[in-house]
């Protein structure tokens, strides 16, 4: 999740960072992290200090009074020694001041996500009874069959499985996963949702992805 109010190093970093081939989710106020870190895992998070409504470094301190476990990269215009020292006291991973060259920041990403992942090799998997993600290879099995998904396709089932046993409704799997807000009635996800059912569901399998009229979708847990 990237945590800034500037929307031009928005826009830049969001495409920036999908071109690298991470999916990223945006706030532009503490608000907004909270929320989002309340509805969503995230394996990484970029916080600006200077948000509109709250203050970076406390945002960070309640984000892990609620549990989120992420590592912190600070993104910054503060500068000072003592602003640095006091960013990586207080729950900071790593601390980097704009302007900011991009390589150096995806290269900062890169090893906070290794060292997160060598200490949780879980953090690298999801697993809901006999279906397993592993989110490196961007890859999925079930009952040890490898699935032959599209990368759309393992995007939504990862939604999915992060919200195995919640119902999702139509509108947040279409905000989440597709990352536009579009119209909730489009066949857009009705498409996708019938051939990763095809795939995940076999015929000798337990059906997991269940629909639930008028309400929106639920992968089983038991």
Not at 116 to 142: F, G, K, M, P, Q
Request: charged share 30%; with cysteine; hydrophobic share 40%.
């Amino acid at each position: 999740m990237l945590v800034e109010d500037d929307i031009y190093i928005q826009d830049f970093l969001r495409g920036s960072l999908e071109e690298a081939g991470y999916r990223v989710d945006v706030a532009g106020d503490a608000k907004t992290a909270r929320t989002n870190a309340a509805e969503e895992t995230y394996d990484l998070l970029i916080v600006d200090l200077g948000l509109p409504d709250e203050d970076g470094i406390s945002l960070i301190l309640r984000l892990k009074q609620l549990g989120v476990s992420a590592p912190v990269m600070i993104l910054t215009a503060r500068r000072s020694v003592d602003d640095r020292v006091r960013g990586l006291e207080q729950g900071g991973d790593d601390y980097l001041t704009k302007p900011f060259a991009l390589a150096e920041l995806l290269a900062r990403l890169r090893n906070l996500l290794k060292r997160n992942n060598s200490s949780d090799t879980d953090s690298t998997r999801l697993r809901v009874l006999d279906l397993e993600l592993d989110l490196l290879r961007r890859e999925a099995s079930r009952s040890g069959r490898l699935l032959e998904l599209t990368p759309q396709e393992f995007s939504l089932l990862e939604y999915l499985c992060r919200n195995a046993g919640r119902v999702v409704t139509r509108s947040m799997i279409l905000d989440r996963v597709w990352g536009m807000k579009i119209q909730p009635d489009t066949n857009v996800l009705d498409v996708h949702i019938y051939r990763l059912r095809g795939k995940v569901d076999g015929k000798d399998q337990k059906p997991l992805i269940c629909t639930l009229r008028g309400m929106g979708y639920v992968l089983k847990d038991r």
